[in-house]
């Protein structure tokens, strides 16, 4: 009695200090209470590239399109009050232009009324701004057939895309004008419709702009600029290019369509407050305000949901025989991923600056070399070194499979007769003997190896190496250490990492989205992977990238990421490690939950109600 007695007092104390009313999520419908790890990088749609970002902007901003329901291959309208097609003439018979008839009444939170030139404005400033590592390329690629503004600019007039100390403030008048007009003429208004004009056909176009990417979600001109943000104007946009995300104007504030508006967001308490937005044009939300907490510790996150001061809880796989069976919580497992989780290596590591991670930044037994990874045998070894079977088996208890390389084995051509590396100490030593013709063996070296804070399993697997390499030479030396969300960010699109996991879920399901992050020389991870990585891409891999998705042969296709998926095993370029399951977990009182894979939000929270009893 006196343990439980603890226990409840321990509990009540600590949502008091979280800024939520002890079980308040229990005793009250209209509060919602949901709890998970990490922190929000950045709130603006341009720049947000991770999950725990679009969990929140999911809930504030609407797409053009939507999934209905856990839906993939079924979109219905959103903003826009029709769905694109061929048969009802809004996409033309070349499949170069989609046309949008733009939903009319539709409010923002602060009143203001959609229009098509909210549309506009939203792709045009996400292109004329491309945020380094962010997720614009999706607009490039279909629109323009690039992956970056730099490459626009080159093709204005401007400096290469490899040109040093790049700044676009210092750009020409004529090239500034001239990037411009490239990129106004892709989106224009046309009445009530916004059109687009595609440079290529591509068919996922309608995929990339439905709910569930926060890249694609509708911000509000008049609001932005008044806000400072571009201001539209042709001569101005250099000062808004690639911003620190701190200075972007959505880094910490919100104006979108959404079921939810953003009341408050706590850094120092970790905590984000959103409430109902009284005038969504859908009808509003059931539930009124919506907590967001961030809980590193897994212990915590359990406790706060089986008292019932959470009404959800991101509980990872390793845990969930400690609630599976107590009443009250529901545990919904095997739900289908379209992703995988994989370490990633820097091929060219910065020193000055980064000794706490590198060390000595030299091949002498205290640190690493800046192309340290560069080595392909030291990949291979790393791949060899990692116990993928035992991972599986017992930290994500079952709950995924070992991938074939890149792209996940649910989807289209993948070669399951191609299978990744296996667990081999005798084979990872053979490799780590050959590297650096030999000089790594004899010196041996120290390496750090982050993982976000709060994420037990990549933890674990960065233990799983740690042990594996030091295991196979006494001059081998890891160390494993967590860190903050929002640091490990920082510190990745600086290039600063010398390894680093990362889980890629779809931004829309085809092979292409998983090549191209992991494997393109301007793809997602390449401003992290260093110029090593980027070189080699342009060598080997982006002709057979921009081929693959540029044909609907499906015949051909296949035979191009059977040869990419070949490649990426020959160069080792990650470690593949699992294709993980997805399972949600929440109070018995919870309803209305709708699971899309193709969602990064956790939950949808408009669908959501409470039946507390």
């Known amino acids: 009695m006196r343990f439980k007695l603890y226990i409840a007092v321990v509990s009540a104390l600590l949502l008091l200090a979280l800024g939520v009313p002890a079980l308040a999520a229990a005793t009250d419908p209209k509060t919602f209470v949901f709890v998970t790890f990490g922190d929000v990088d950045s ?34 309208p959103m903003l826009a009050t029709q769905v694109p097609s061929k048969a009802n003439g809004l996409i033309s018979q070349d499949g170069l232009t989609v046309k949008f008839p733009i939903r009319k009444g ?84 046309e009445g009530d419709y916004v059109v687009f004009h595609l440079a290529k056909p591509y068919p996922a176009f309608l995929q990339i702009l439905a709910k569930g990417g926060s890249w694609s979600s509708i911000v509000n001109k008049k609001w932005m600029v008044e806000n400072g943000a571009w201001d539209g104007k042709a001569t101005t946009w250099p000062k808004w290019y690639d911003q620190a995300k701190e200075e972007m104007t959505l880094y910490q504030k919100a104006m979108g369509t959404g079921p939810f508006r953003l009341l408050t ?114 990949r291979k070894a790393f791949n060899y070194a990692f116990d993928y079977e035992t991972y599986i088996k017992e930290v994500a208890m ?27 100490l005798k084979k990872a030593e053979e490799e780590f003997k050959q590297a650096f013709g030999g000089e790594l063996w004899k010196k041996g070296f120290k390496l750090t190896i982050l993982y976000n804070t709060g994420n037990e399993q990549r933890k674990t697997a960065a233990e799983i190496l740690e042990a594996n390499i030091e295991s196979i030479n006494p001059k081998f030396k890891i160390d494993v250490q967590g860190m903050q969300w ?78 990419l998926q070949d490649l990426a095993y020959e160069y080792a370029v990650a470690v593949f490690y699992i294709e993980p399951e997805e399972h949600r977990v929440y109070r018995d009182w919870v309803k209305g939950v709708v699971y899309n894979p193709a969602y990064s939000a956790n939950y949808d929270f408009y669908t959501i109600y409470k039946e507390v009893r």
């Open 398 to 424: 079952g709950a995924g499979s070992k991938p074939y390389g890149p792209a996940p084995a649910v989807l289209p051509f993948v070669n399951k007769n191609r299978p990744w590396y296996s667990f081999d």
């Open 106 to 189: 539709v409010k923002f939170h602060n009143g203001d009324v959609l229009t098509p030139a909210d549309v506009e404005y939203t792709f045009e400033r996400a292109m004329l701004a491309d945020p380094a590592g962010g997720p614009v390329w999706m607009f490039f690629e279909p629109l323009l057939g690039v992956q970056t503004l730099r490459e626009v600019i080159a093709k204005a007039g401007g400096p290469g895309v490899d040109a040093k100390d790049f700044d676009a403030k210092k750009l020409d008048a004529k090239v500034v004008q001239k990037v411009y007009d490239i990129i106004d003429k892709t989106v224009e208004v």
């Open 265 to 378: 967001w706590d850094r120092n308490a970790g905590q984000i407050i959103l409430k109902r937005f009284d005038d969504y044009w859908r009808g509003p939300a059931k539930l009124e305000t919506v907590f967001i907490k961030y809980v590193e510790e897994a212990n915590t996150r359990m406790l706060m949901l089986q008292t019932g001061e959470a009404d959800a809880a991101v509980i990872q796989q390793q845990y969930l025989d400690q609630i599976r069976n107590v009443k009250g919580i529901v545990v919904k497992e095997h739900l289908p991923y379209i992703g995988n989780t994989a370490l990633l290596f820097n091929y060219t590591i910065p020193v000055q600056g980064n000794e706490d991670i590198v060390g000595s930044g030299k091949l002498d037994g205290n640190g690493v070399p800046p192309d340290f990874f560069a080595d392909i045998h030291v």
């Open 43 to 76: 709130l603006d749609p341009a720049y947000a590239y991770d999950t725990a970002s679009g969990e929140v902007i999911h809930q504030l901003y609407d797409n053009l399109v939507a999934y209905e329901g856990g839906s993939l291959d079924k979109i219905i």
């Open 486 to 563: 929002s640091t490990y960010l920082s510190k990745l699109r600086a290039s600063a990492l010398p390894v680093f996991f990362m889980g890629w879920h779809m931004d829309f399901p085809d092979a292409h989205n998983f090549y191209m992050p992991y494997m393109h020389s301007a793809g997602a991870f390449a401003g992290y992977t260093g110029q090593g990585m980027v070189d080699l891409a342009k060598a080997k891999f982006d002709a057979l990238i921009e081929q693959a998705i540029s044909t609907y042969d499906n015949a051909k296709r296949q035979e191009l990421y059977y040869k």
